[in-house]
């Protein structure tokens, strides 16, 4: 993995043995998402007691924040199976229906992104969640027939990074909806510090302060930065990963201290050198560091965003105060104040992207 997607919160098929060695296998295991975690245990123990598969549930939120722990946690506490899957995987309600009816009962499904799963399966999927039946169409034309199929009960866990592209009708057919938070900078020393005992790292207090610090309030970058800090005291330090090794490590790789690689830095360096601080469209952004619009919208400026280092106007792109004092120049006029939208701006030709 190179340096530059090294803080992407998404996860590479490179890395998956990597991940699933250090997640929870237990909802006690789970760390912080309090709120989230005590729901779910109620939902899971009611469930239980009553010894009928638990409500249908949508977990929601940005990516690497385990979600997809969860859903291998609830099949764990009810001691039932789980079928792995995802939305683009399923482009036909043949493909959907196949997997249902294989299901055994009180067996957990779980779709990854499912709000990019196709219509017709999405369709097939409502008489599945409500009635526990699917209806597979044979034939074309006139002489087409519906055969109705009976599904073993299950539990439909449901992951999705962008809820609001659900359909109404699909996220009212989720019990129980929860949206995962970023985490703190204390709950990612807490998992630091698990993950160094699984993996067998040395690892100090201020060292997992200094890696959480750089994570994004992201667990899976936080691990991801953990095993590259693991290679660099292996190899040039004496294997302890301390403040100073973690500090080296990630100078090597391009995370500065709040947790910016060299994309995150270009952005904001064509922002203030190239632009004057903006504001710009986010195509000509993109060109000037040399990356498709959707890396740049996608995998940037989320955590720019959040970190206070860039604004998005109708007019387009800004570097605000903060982001001008982390590249280490004055900023022109003091503080970045945002404009109000006026009717050229929101249709002007460049800066008009949202």
């Not at 998402?33 to 779910?40: H, P």
């Not at 292996?234 to 080296?248: F, K, M, N």
């Not at 500065?256 to 952005?267: I, P, T, W």
Request: proline share 6%.
């Amino acid at each position: 993995m190179s340096s530059e997607n090294l803080v992407s919160a998404y996860v590479s098929d490179a890395e998956l043995d990597a991940e699933v060695s250090v997640r929870p296998k237990r909802l006690s295991e789970f760390i912080a998402q309090d709120r989230v975690r005590d729901q779910l245990d109620l939902l899971l123990q009611g469930a239980m007691r009553r010894g009928s598969p638990p409500d249908h549930i949508l977990l929601s939120g940005p990516p690497g924040l385990g979600k997809t722990s969860l859903a291998n946690i609830v099949a764990a506490e009810l001691g039932t199976g789980i079928r792995v899957t995802s939305g683009p995987a399923i482009e036909r309600s043949g493909d959907l229906a196949a997997i249902l009816t294989s299901l055994a009962e009180g067996d957990v499904l779980f779709i990854d992104e499912i709000h990019r799963i196709a219509r017709p399966a999405e369709e097939l999927l409502y008489s599945a969640m409500e009635d526990f039946r699917v209806d597979v169409v044979v034939g074309k034309g006139p002489g087409a027939t519906a055969i109705p199929l009976d599904v073993e009960p299950f539990t439909l866990v449901g992951a999705t990074t962008r809820s609001g592209l659900l359909t109404g009708p699909m996220r009212d057919r989720f019990g129980f909806v929860a949206h995962l938070d970023f985490y703190s900078p204390a709950d990612l020393e807490t998992l630091l510090h698990r993950s160094a005992r699984i993996l067998g790292v040395p690892i100090t207090e201020d060292g997992a302060a200094e890696i959480a610090g750089r994570s994004r309030g992201t667990p899976r970058i936080a691990n991801r930065l953990l095993r590259r800090v693991r290679d660099f005291a292996e190899v040039r330090a004496d294997g302890v990963v301390t403040v100073a090794t973690a500090q080296a490590a990630l100078t090597v790789y391009d995370v500065d201290a709040l947790g910016l690689d060299r994309l995150d830095r270009a952005v904001l360096t064509a922002l203030v050198d190239s632009f004057r601080g903006g504001p710009v469209g986010l195509s000509t952004l993109a060109v000037a560091v040399g990356e498709q619009p959707d890396t740049v919208e996608e995998v940037c400026e989320p955590f720019l965003v959040r970190a206070g280092l860039l604004a998005r106007t109708p007019r387009g792109r800004v570097a605000t105060e903060a982001a001008w004092h982390h590249l280490g120049r004055t900023p022109p006029n003091g503080t970045f104040a945002a404009e109000a939208p006026t009717v050229p701006d929101l249709f002007s030709l460049d800066g008009g992207e949202p």
